[in-house]
Nanobody, 116 residues
Framework: QVQLVESGGGLVQAGGSLRLSCAAS????????MGWYRQAPGTQRGRVAV???????NYADSVKGRFTISRDNAKNTVYLLMNNLKPEDTAVYYC??????????WGQGTQVTVSS
């Protein structure tokens, strides 16, 4: 059974930083595409950042230059370092994994709140 467990969310002032972590189990982590998505109240869940099996990254325009996604295959963990946070970054952040058979898995989400 695949499990994704996020941690690291919280309340931070605008301009501050947070680092989210997502620990995966029950899957061959190194073979999976990993990503972070977010959903604010009243909006659809949207992609924030993705990292491929080879380490290539892709970011939403709204977070380019501020957020960094990385992965540690030895620890089965993906990270999202968020710098210069803005109130509009407030959302529930979800970890996502896609395996080699295109099956999708989601974490339970972690709340990030940025105060102005």
């Amino acid at each position: 059974q695949v499990q994704l467990v996020e941690s690291g969310g919280g309340l931070v002032q605008a301009g501050g930083s947070l680092r989210l972590s997502c620990a995966a189990s029950g899957t061959i982590f190194g073979s999976n595409v990993m990503g972070w998505y977010r959903q604010a109240p009243g909006t659809q869940r949207g992609r924030v950042a993705v990292i491929s099996r080879s380490g290539s990254t892709n970011y939403a325009d709204s977070v380019k230059g501020r957020f960094t996604i990385s992965r540690d295959n030895a620890k089965n963990t993906v990270y999202l370092l968020m710098n210069n946070l803005k109130p509009e970054d407030t959302a529930v952040y979800y970890c996502h994994s896609e395996d080699t058979e295109w099956r999708n898995y989601w974490g339970q989400g972690t709340q990030v709140t940025v105060s102005s």
